[in-house]
Protein backbone atom coordinates (compact mmCIF):
# COMPACT_ATOMS: atom_id res chain seq x y z
CA UNK A 1 0.00 0.00 0.00
CA UNK A 2 1.14 3.46 -0.51
CA UNK A 3 2.74 5.90 2.30
CA UNK A 4 0.54 8.41 0.27
CA UNK A 5 -2.28 8.80 -1.67
CA UNK A 6 -2.36 10.65 -4.79
CA UNK A 7 -6.30 11.11 -4.12
CA UNK A 8 -7.39 13.94 -1.45
CA UNK A 9 -9.16 12.88 1.28
CA UNK A 10 -12.59 14.45 -0.15
CA UNK A 11 -12.39 11.71 -2.91
CA UNK A 12 -12.34 8.82 0.06
CA UNK A 13 -15.21 10.13 2.25
CA UNK A 14 -17.21 11.70 -1.31
CA UNK A 15 -17.15 7.77 -2.23
CA UNK A 16 -18.17 6.47 0.74
CA UNK A 17 -20.75 9.16 1.45
CA UNK A 18 -22.67 8.40 -1.61
CA UNK A 19 -22.26 4.53 -1.83
CA UNK A 20 -22.28 3.09 2.09
CA UNK A 21 -26.07 2.51 2.24
CA UNK A 22 -25.89 0.45 -1.24
CA UNK A 23 -22.97 -1.65 -0.40
CA UNK A 24 -23.92 -2.20 3.36
CA UNK A 25 -28.04 -3.09 1.94
CA UNK A 26 -26.15 -5.78 -0.65
CA UNK A 27 -24.44 -7.06 1.93
CA UNK A 28 -26.75 -7.63 4.27
CA UNK A 29 -28.99 -9.18 1.96
CA UNK A 30 -26.77 -11.92 1.04
CA UNK A 31 -25.32 -12.61 4.70
CA UNK A 32 -28.18 -11.63 6.15
CA UNK A 33 -26.32 -10.61 9.36
CA UNK A 34 -26.20 -7.01 10.49
CA UNK A 35 -22.20 -7.98 12.12
CA UNK A 36 -21.01 -9.42 8.63
CA UNK A 37 -22.79 -7.13 6.70
CA UNK A 38 -20.82 -4.03 8.75
CA UNK A 39 -17.55 -6.30 8.46
CA UNK A 40 -17.98 -7.00 4.33
CA UNK A 41 -18.66 -2.95 3.86
CA UNK A 42 -15.93 -1.77 5.48
CA UNK A 43 -13.61 -4.61 3.90
CA UNK A 44 -14.91 -3.23 0.34
CA UNK A 45 -13.99 0.45 1.40
CA UNK A 46 -10.94 -0.75 2.35
CA UNK A 47 -10.13 -2.58 -0.89
CA UNK A 48 -11.27 0.78 -2.44
CA UNK A 49 -8.76 2.08 -0.41
CA UNK A 50 -5.84 -0.07 -1.37
CA UNK A 51 -6.88 0.07 -5.18
CA UNK A 52 -7.77 3.62 -5.92
CA UNK A 53 -9.26 2.37 -9.31
CA UNK A 54 -10.16 5.21 -11.60
CA UNK A 55 -13.57 4.78 -12.63
CA UNK A 56 -15.15 5.98 -15.99
CA UNK A 57 -18.34 7.04 -14.08
CA UNK A 58 -20.38 6.95 -10.45
CA UNK A 59 -22.42 3.76 -12.39
CA UNK A 60 -18.88 2.49 -13.01
CA UNK A 61 -17.43 3.53 -9.73
CA UNK A 62 -21.31 1.90 -7.51
CA UNK A 63 -20.87 -1.59 -9.96
CA UNK A 64 -17.26 -2.15 -8.70
CA UNK A 65 -18.08 -1.39 -5.04
CA UNK A 66 -21.20 -3.80 -5.50
CA UNK A 67 -19.29 -6.66 -7.16
CA UNK A 68 -15.97 -6.50 -3.99
CA UNK A 69 -19.26 -6.56 -1.73
CA UNK A 70 -20.48 -9.62 -3.24
CA UNK A 71 -17.21 -11.32 -3.80
CA UNK A 72 -16.55 -10.47 -0.28
CA UNK A 73 -19.39 -11.96 0.97
CA UNK A 74 -19.22 -15.19 -1.40
CA UNK A 75 -15.76 -15.92 0.56
CA UNK A 76 -17.49 -15.48 3.92
CA UNK A 77 -20.08 -17.82 3.02
CA UNK A 78 -17.36 -19.99 2.35
CA UNK A 79 -15.69 -19.98 5.11
CA UNK A 80 -15.39 -22.81 7.50
CA UNK A 81 -16.39 -21.09 10.90
CA UNK A 82 -19.71 -19.58 8.58
CA UNK A 83 -21.60 -22.41 10.08
CA UNK A 84 -22.58 -19.95 13.53
CA UNK A 85 -25.38 -17.95 12.22
CA UNK A 86 -27.58 -15.12 13.88
CA UNK A 87 -31.34 -14.55 14.02
CA UNK A 88 -32.11 -11.58 11.43
CA UNK A 89 -32.58 -8.32 13.24
CA UNK A 90 -34.98 -5.60 13.16
CA UNK A 91 -33.10 -3.53 10.79
CA UNK A 92 -33.53 -5.12 7.00
CA UNK A 93 -31.99 -3.63 3.56
CA UNK A 94 -35.20 -2.48 2.51
CA UNK A 95 -35.26 1.18 1.66
CA UNK A 96 -38.83 1.79 3.00
CA UNK A 97 -41.21 -0.15 5.32
CA UNK A 98 -43.30 -0.91 2.47
CA UNK A 99 -40.10 -3.52 1.45
CA UNK A 100 -40.04 -4.86 4.96
CA UNK A 101 -42.26 -7.49 5.21
CA UNK A 102 -41.47 -8.84 1.52
CA UNK A 103 -37.58 -8.93 2.99
CA UNK A 104 -38.20 -11.10 5.31
CA UNK A 105 -39.74 -13.53 3.34
CA UNK A 106 -36.40 -13.05 0.74
CA UNK A 107 -33.83 -14.14 3.98
CA UNK A 108 -35.20 -17.13 3.52
CA UNK A 109 -33.95 -17.86 0.17
CA UNK A 110 -30.64 -19.31 -0.44
CA UNK A 111 -27.56 -16.94 -0.78
CA UNK A 112 -27.08 -17.49 -4.39
CA UNK A 113 -30.97 -16.62 -4.95
CA UNK A 114 -31.26 -13.48 -2.67
CA UNK A 115 -28.49 -11.95 -3.95
CA UNK A 116 -29.84 -12.15 -7.41
CA UNK A 117 -33.31 -11.13 -5.84
CA UNK A 118 -31.71 -8.06 -4.32
CA UNK A 119 -29.57 -6.69 -7.06
CA UNK A 120 -32.68 -7.01 -9.71
CA UNK A 121 -35.19 -5.12 -7.53
CA UNK A 122 -33.82 -3.44 -4.48
CA UNK A 123 -30.55 -1.55 -6.39
CA UNK A 124 -32.15 -1.83 -9.76
CA UNK A 125 -29.63 -3.79 -11.69
CA UNK A 126 -30.47 -5.50 -15.50
CA UNK A 127 -29.15 -9.41 -15.31
CA UNK A 128 -26.36 -8.09 -17.79
CA UNK A 129 -25.20 -6.06 -15.13
CA UNK A 130 -25.62 -8.44 -12.02
CA UNK A 131 -23.52 -10.70 -14.27
CA UNK A 132 -20.86 -8.80 -14.88
CA UNK A 133 -20.96 -8.28 -10.91
CA UNK A 134 -21.50 -11.32 -9.78
CA UNK A 135 -18.70 -13.38 -12.21
CA UNK A 136 -21.55 -15.78 -13.49
CA UNK A 137 -23.23 -16.33 -16.66
CA UNK A 138 -26.23 -14.07 -17.83
CA UNK A 139 -28.80 -17.38 -18.01
CA UNK A 140 -27.46 -18.61 -14.23
CA UNK A 141 -28.64 -15.03 -12.94
CA UNK A 142 -32.22 -15.44 -15.11
CA UNK A 143 -31.75 -19.31 -13.89
CA UNK A 144 -31.56 -17.85 -10.39
CA UNK A 145 -34.17 -14.75 -10.37
CA UNK A 146 -36.35 -17.45 -12.02
CA UNK A 147 -36.34 -19.96 -9.24
CA UNK A 148 -35.94 -17.97 -6.50
CA UNK A 149 -39.67 -16.27 -7.99
CA UNK A 150 -40.75 -19.53 -7.89
CA UNK A 151 -40.01 -20.15 -4.47
CA UNK A 152 -41.85 -16.41 -3.29
CA UNK A 153 -44.36 -17.54 -5.17
CA UNK A 154 -44.87 -20.69 -3.63
CA UNK A 155 -44.60 -19.54 -0.10
CA UNK A 156 -47.12 -16.41 -0.62
CA UNK A 157 -49.31 -18.82 -1.86
CA UNK A 158 -49.18 -21.12 1.26
CA UNK A 159 -49.18 -17.63 3.18
CA UNK A 160 -52.83 -17.20 1.28
CA UNK A 161 -54.41 -20.42 2.14
CA UNK A 162 -53.63 -19.65 6.34
Not at 79 to 95: G, I, V
Amino acid sequence: MRDQSSRPVDWVEGTILRHKDKVFRTALAIMGSMADAEDVSQDAFLKLLEKQPDFESEEHEAAWLIRVTVNLCKNLLRSFWRKNTSPLLETHPAKNEEQHGLTEIVYSLPPKFRTAIHLFYYEGYSTKEISKITGQKESTVRSHLSRARQALKKYLEGADDE
